[in-house]
């Protein structure tokens, strides 16, 4: 029985976990003396008998804080999937009305969450995907393209704001605002625009906003370059009708002999070098 919540907890054990397991305190306390189990935190150990693990270090990191403790923020989304990279100090969410010192390589944040904004994964309690995206994207090390990401696989923007909500004085609040806005409805327009805010900023002249070509409306075109730019916004999704109409609007200004350059909501925000060069080598080329 022992051997397999091991296995299934990364080789990290509490004190009360191995109690009731069957467990003295004595005989964990032996343990700990012959150095079989390695002190992690007040009353978290782990058996040293397999490599200390990034999943290792984590759960005894949360698990040292309690068992109303839970992993946020840029943590909660290494432990959900949504990041490959897991973070060097390990964010934990405790309650208000916690008390102890922070432990070393962890961020404590001390707030009540709401029930729906906890699960448990793997045996450790972490934020809920909606509430961890719309947190870890706040944060450096995450960004847009982490939301963006989880929008297009994991999650659906009304759940992002309802979490987003549930929680608007945590840190980065203001961002995640930003962030959801964008990736609303009116994402496209907001898309547009940083299109124009990027062209003024790269010093990119001889082009017009909505331009029309071939009977259609282009968001950016160049008349002289005979160059269109279209933008799409973050997480963006198109049906099966729209796919076909846009398809046989890019068709038609192909056709008519221009050059059509489409552009995401996340090339603009993240990669915005990137976007200019494209475009300067694409209206010189011309």
């Not at 990034?54 to 946020?72: H, K, L, M």
């Not at 309650?95 to 102890?100: C, L, M, Q």
């Not at 961020?107 to 904004?117: H, N």
């Not at 090390?141 to 004085?169: E, F, I, P, T």
Request: proline share 2%; aromatic share 8%.
């Amino acid at each position: 029985m022992l051997d397999d919540y091991l296995r299934r907890h990364d080789g990290v054990i509490t004190l009360d976990q191995a109690r009731a397991a069957g467990l003295s305190r004595r005989v964990a306390e032996r343990r700990l003396e012959s150095g079989r189990w390695v002190r992690c935190g007040r009353g978290v150990y782990f058996v040293d008998d397999r490599p200390f693990s990034d999943a290792a270090r984590i759960r005894a990191a949360v698990w040292s804080y309690g068992s109303a403790a839970v992993a946020s923020g840029l943590t909660a989304a290494w432990w959900h999937g949504l990041s490959r990279f897991t973070p060097d100090i390990a964010e934990v969410t405790v309650p208000r009305n916690s008390h102890g010192r922070r432990h070393t390589n962890t961020r404590v944040r001390r707030r009540s969450l709401d029930e729906c904004d906890v699960v448990e994964r793997r045996g450790l309690r972490v934020t809920s995907l909606p509430l961890t995206v719309v947190e870890a994207a706040a944060q450096r090390g995450g960004g847009a393209k982490l939301m963006d990401n989880a929008l297009q696989r994991h999650v659906d923007l009304s759940s992002l704001w309802r979490a987003h909500l549930r929680n608007k004085g945590r840190t980065g609040a203001p961002r995640s605002r930003r962030l959801l806005q964008a990736a609303s409805d009116g994402s496209r327009s907001v898309a547009e625009r940083l299109l124009i805010k990027l062209l003024k900023d790269a010093g990119i002249g001889g082009w017009q906003a909505n331009f029309w070509v071939a009977g259609y409306r282009v968001d950016v075109g160049f008349p002289g370059a005979r160059v269109a730019l279209e933008v799409d916004g973050m997480a963006f999704h198109s049906g099966a009708e729209e796919f076909q109409v846009d398809r046989e609007r890019q068709n038609a200004i192909v056709l008519s002999g221009w050059q059509v350059l489409r552009f995401t909501w996340l090339d603009l925000t993240e990669y915005p070098d990137r976007v200019s060069a494209v475009i300067r080598a694409a209206i010189s080329a011309r």
